[in-house]
């Protein structure tokens, strides 16, 4: 019976070693475990950065496109002032292409 109880007393040994080890490496993984919620000064500087040429790049484009717009309505506007010279009951006026103006042909003056 010695025997079977030695057995016994090195499988309960053995097993509760085990099972102390597995609980150990357990802890262990667990300890290791860094948890972030993606928000550190390093991320929140990024952002920042990020922010601030969004918002430079964003007034550049802004610039951009109202002077296109500028470009557009002043061409819109001297193809209007050409379709109605072109129209005009006058016969001295006539359209100047360099000033994009209705002149008169007698006077040099603008056709009003």
């Known amino acids: 019976m010695t025997t ?3 057995k016994r007393l090195c499988l309960t040994a053995m097993l509760t070693l085990g099972a102390i080890v ?3 490496s357990a802890m262990a993984e667990t300890n290791r475990l860094i948890i972030e919620s993606g928000d550190n000064a390093q991320t929140r ?12 790049t964003r007034s550049l484009r802004q610039k951009v496109n109202k002077r296109v717009e500028k470009e557009w309505d002043k061409t819109d506007a001297a193809f209007d002032a050409k379709d109605n010279c072109q129209k005009s009951s006058n016969v001295n006026a ?3 292409a360099n000033t994009q103006r209705c002149l008169d042909r007698r006077t ?3 056709v009003q």
């Open 45 to 56: 500087q990024s952002a920042a950065m990020e922010k601030e040429q969004w918002n430079d």
């Open 4 to 6: 079977t109880l030695s």
């Open 94 to 96: 006539y359209w100047e």
């Open 22 to 24: 597995y609980t150990t």
């Open 108 to 110: 040099g003056r603008q």
